[in-house]
């Protein structure tokens, strides 16, 4: 037996200081017993980041003022691709994204023992969820003001519920095709674009002329797009502040859980919501303490 821990030791030993560090020994609970938890966050201005940082506590707030006390240490991506990519290859790595784009690539946590999906969501139990919205000026163009009225309908939440979100209206009319023509710009949000793209592309099969662009930059990119007139349309993954909404009209176009995501070889199945926190803040930085 000594003979067989040793050769075992010494291939681990050989694969490098990645797999080690994961730790060789579950805990209790099926976690990593050992191990730094790598924290991977979105950047300053992502939708997903205010929504998850706001939900779980680690952004304060005192009066106008607001504090975000993710950790200094944490690992910075611009997009949820780059989170994705982050997590998937790094086993001691834990991040957060839209539970429309998981993948196989990564796995989620249950948050205090529950899962995320359609069904938890819609029915409030999962708590890391926000809604997908879409941001305009006053003056928006016909094209734009039909392009909206199709996100609303029958055939718009289809194209959401076909994508993984979850509608945000279920009581919808039929869209009809005025055949119209013109040039679309929408700006934001690199959760929301995805399921955007979509709908572009559902739209402009019901009127050809029409040419929408889509940029991916980030929430605050986006409402500031749509105030300056820059963009037509501005995607927010979260809920507007009041002085965001002053002098733009908002409506959300979908419903989205925030899933907690770690690399597919990690043995955790779920955290609390203090846990998360912890996590985030820098306050609890070893998967063994995880219990």
Known sequence: MKVKKMLALAAISLTGFGLVACGNTNSGNGQSASGKIEVISRENGSGTRGAFTEITGILKKDGDKETDNTTKTAVIQNSTEGVLSAVQGNANAIGYISLGSLTKSVKAL???????????????????QRPFNIVWSSDLSQVGQDFIKFIHSQQGQQVVTENKFIEAKTETAEYTSRNLSGKLSVVGSTSVSPLMEKLAEAYKKENPEVTIDITSNGSSAGITAAKEKTADIGMVSRELSPEEGKSLTHDAIALDGIAVVVNNDNKASQISMAQLADVFSGQLTTWDKLK
């Open 110 to 128: 249950a948050i205090d023992g529950v899962k995320a999906s359609r069904e938890t969501v819609l029915d409030g139990e999962y708590p890391l």
